[in-house]
């Protein structure tokens, strides 16, 4: 059974190296399955055998925690994002209490050798990027959206990639220095490729992961300086002065490394001209303690700050700057979310399990072979822990393995009386501990016999294989839910997506939605069907509208249905409807203008409704649409060219609808705003045909008012038609257009006939 236990983890831990490492719902419930097979696994195994692992006061602040996380996500505004929480906790769950049963030195082993593997092949991956070659990756199977980016390696994002390798460097050093049960040749073996995660490490670019190990360097430090007090005085101090000489090396190399790659990160921003991310994050973490302080003790519920932020954004963020998911900070994003109890709940977690792997390092016997586990577990979670303040790592189900993994190891590091020792052997790791005596102690002779020489405690082994069957079963679902999708490589169920190109895929997202729903699959659905009645399937329209409300129905906080909802409406005619949802839209959209366009959206509303007013003979309605429209318009924040553009072409319109009601004194006011409104090459650009078209306005209320025998008016519109066709023709740099032309020289014919009667 170990066998397939190792086989079990290796598979799980490539499944979760290759496809965890993006935000996915689809792809974390694959990862998660994954590890709720190993878990069935592992349990039935150390039913078995008795390699059962005792319950200890932490599983209870463990079982706390969980409980409290897990409430707050069930009672969240959101379902389908509280779903996202819970099911990497299920699998964090599952990790840690794999590692927790596994007791035998080969399973540990086995895990060290597959991130061994995985830092080798992020290496050569790495490697043959930065030479221009194409690399497949794994992920290119279920997502369209892979990306190839040199210095990612087998990741999809260079955090992703430091954080990893930060904590597989920090393991592998520690199995380096302390795995007493492994041969020499295996542990310089395995501290070379450490080396080789942290190059990988600073290679990411990922300044959060170097201050981690950087951190957690000062700790391991601190940890063998304290650790020497049990030698002798001589070799007390050959040992000191071996580490102080080793730390300024390594402090050394390490300080030249991280300003390299700070100074890189910085040209880049320099290069770009981006703003930095460490004032887009301090943006981010602002909007986070904002949104606490709308509910400082229970916070707001799962991944709340997702669209909560948005009504914090303004006079925080430009308007163009990201739109954040995440807070960029783990401890924000679950003071925001999960409250003050939530936030002191996780750091007493992280806390506790840090100071049982101090406490295991300092003042268990130091020849144990379960030190380097401890060590390993305490410099993982340092890594996690300092990592959390600028970044998201336990968002990804890669990290979130990571992390289970690394607090599991300093719990079983301990070897505290009544669990049972790592063996190399395929023995009976109870009996065997029995005989050698490591915890038998205090047990009488009775109790013994009892027991047969052999104490078990199945507690945790019958917990882990019930949650993980009921995880199989969540998660196993959504896998088969999500298989269409992942079969047409559609794995990734946010950002960069449109309709356009996707049309075939209709049938996928139906069938996936129908199987599972999600506010995600009924958005894009609704998407596509919008496409179709934009393109002329009246049909379509029905099926849109069904869809959007769907899509609302299970997230009505996400601005992109209800911006799209309201265009819908707007194009079918329904003004009246799509107000509802422009205003319903207005507090997640309106700050992020830049990137909603939203304004744009509304005015282009303004002007539909001005058209059909116009049409229906109100020009006193028209004009006043035209109005709000060009004032709408200019109060986005998005490019200015583009929203100039919209107002220029109201005041154009208003211009010519004043002109044809023969209102020439409001049509010059109307013009001398134009031109303070809008920039003088936005009205000379040649494409707006501005002035050919007020010229033309003018030319045939001229043309009118001569008919209506006005000579006096009739000269002094075609004086203005005149000069708006000069100006027009200034635009063409004299160019010559017979048609453009035609009512110029017209014009200029009838002012002459004019003049020679005495006007």
């Known amino acids: ?254 300080a030249t490394l991280s300003l390299q790659t700070f100074t890189e990160r910085d040209g880049k921003v320099l290069q770009t001209g981006v703003v930095t991310e460490s004032n887009v994050r301090q943006s981010y973490w602002g909007m986070a303690v904002d949104q606490w302080q709308q509910s400082p003790v229970l916070g707001q519920g799962a991944r709340a700050y997702s669209y909560k932020s948005s009504e914090f954004w303004d006079g925080i963020m430009m308007a163009n700057d990201a739109s954040p998911e995440f807070v960029h900070n783990e401890y924000l994003q679950v003071l925001a979310d999960y409250g003050l109890v939530g936030l002191l709940l996780l750091m007493a977690l992280f806390g506790v399990h840090w100071l049982m792997a101090l406490k295991s390092l300092l003042f268990e016997d130091s020849s144990s072979k379960q030190n380097w586990m401890s060590l390993a577990g305490l410099l993982g979670v340092t890594v996690l822990m300092v990592h959390c303040f600028t970044d998201f790592p336990l968002r990804l189900p890669f990290n979130m393995v990571l992390a289970a993994v690394s607090m599991a190891w300093c719990v079983t590091g301990q070897g505290e009386r009544g669990k049972c020792l790592d063996l190399d052997d395929g023995g009976d790791p109870c009996e065997e501990s029995l005989v050698k005596g490591h915890w038998s102690r205090g047990l009488d002779d009775e109790t013994k016999k009892k027991r047969g020489g052999r104490i078990k405690d199945k507690g945790l082994a019958v917990v882990l294989i019930l949650f993980s069957a009921g995880v199989a079963v969540f998660a196993g679902r959504e896998v088969w839910a999500a298989a269409p999708l992942l079969l047409e490589k559609q794995a990734r169920e946010e950002g960069a997506w449109g309709p356009v190109g996707h049309e075939d895929t209709l049938a996928d997202y139906e069938l996936a939605n129908e199987r599972s729903p999600d506010f995600r699959r009924s958005q894009r659905i609704a998407q596509i069907y919008h496409l179709a009645y934009e393109r002329g399937d009246e049909s379509a329209l029905l099926m849109a509208e069904k869809f959007y409300k769907e899509s609302l129905g299970r997230h009505p906080y996400n601005p992109v249905p209800l911006l799209n909802f309201a265009n819908l409406y707007r194009d079918a005619g329904r003004y009246a409807d799509a107000e509802v949802y422009y205003d319903r839209a207005e507090p997640y959209v309106a700050a992020r203008d830049g990137y909603f366009k939203y304004y744009i959206h509304r005015a282009n509303m303004k002007v539909a409704q001005a058209e059909r007013a116009y049409k229906d003979g109100s020009y006193e309605v028209a004009d006043g649409m035209l109005v709000e429209a060009a004032e709408l318009v200019m109060l986005g924040r998005s490019a200015s060219t583009r929203r100039e553009k919209i107002a220029r072409d109201c005041y154009i319109a208003r211009v010519r609808m004043a002109v044809e009601l023969g209102r020439y004194e409001k049509a010059d006011a109307i013009w001398a705003k134009t031109r303070k409104q809008v920039r003088p090459w936005i009205l000379r650009q040649k494409g707006s045909l501005g002035f050919l078209v007020i010229g033309d306005t003018y030319f045939n209320a001229a043309s009118a008012e001569w008919k209506a025998r006005k000579p006096e008016l009739a000269k002094e519109l075609y004086l203005k038609a005149q000069g708006f066709y000069k100006q027009d023709k200034g635009v063409r740099k004299g160019s010559i257009d017979p048609q453009r032309d035609e009512h110029l020289d017209f014009a200029e014919q009838a002012l002459g006939v004019l003049k020679r009667g005495g006007f």
């Open 1 to 254: 059974m170990l066998k397939l236990e190792q086989i079990l983890w290796v598979l799980t831990i490539a499944v979760l190296a290759a496809f965890g490492v993006t935000l996915s719902w689809p792809i974390l419930a694959l990862s998660v399955s994954c590890l709720a097979l190993v878990g069935i696994a592992a349990g039935a195994a150390d039913l078995g055998k008795g390699r059962g692992a005792r319950v200890q006061r932490v599983d209870y602040l463990l079982v706390l925690t969980l409980s409290y996380f897990a409430w707050r996500a069930y009672s969240s505004p959101v379902w389908d994002l509280a779903k996202e929480d819970l099911m990497l906790m299920a699998g964090g769950v599952i990790a840690y209490f794999l590692i927790r049963l596994g007791r035998s030195a080969g399973l540990n082993r086995t895990i060290v050798g597959v991130l061994s593997i995985c830092v080798v092949v992020n290496l050569l991956i790495f490697i043959l990027q930065m030479v221009g070659v194409a690399v497949w990756l794994p992920l290119d199977l279920v997502d369209e959206f892979t990306n190839q980016t040199a210095s990612f390696g087998f990741f999809q994002d260079y955090g992703a990639m430091g954080n990893a390798m930060a904590v597989i460097g920090v393991v592998l050093f520690s199995f380096a220095i302390y795995a007493r049960q492994a041969d020499t040749k295996l542990r310089w073996i395995v501290g070379f490729i450490g080396v080789l995660a942290i190059v990988l490490m600073y290679l990411s670019g990922s300044r959060s992961a170097v201050i981690s190990v950087a951190v957690a360097g000062g700790v391991i430090l601190a940890v063998l300086w304290l650790r020497t007090a049990a030698l002798d005085e001589y070799q007390r101090k050959r040992a000191r002065l071996l580490l102080i000489g080793g730390a300024c090396c390594a402090g050394v190399l390490a």
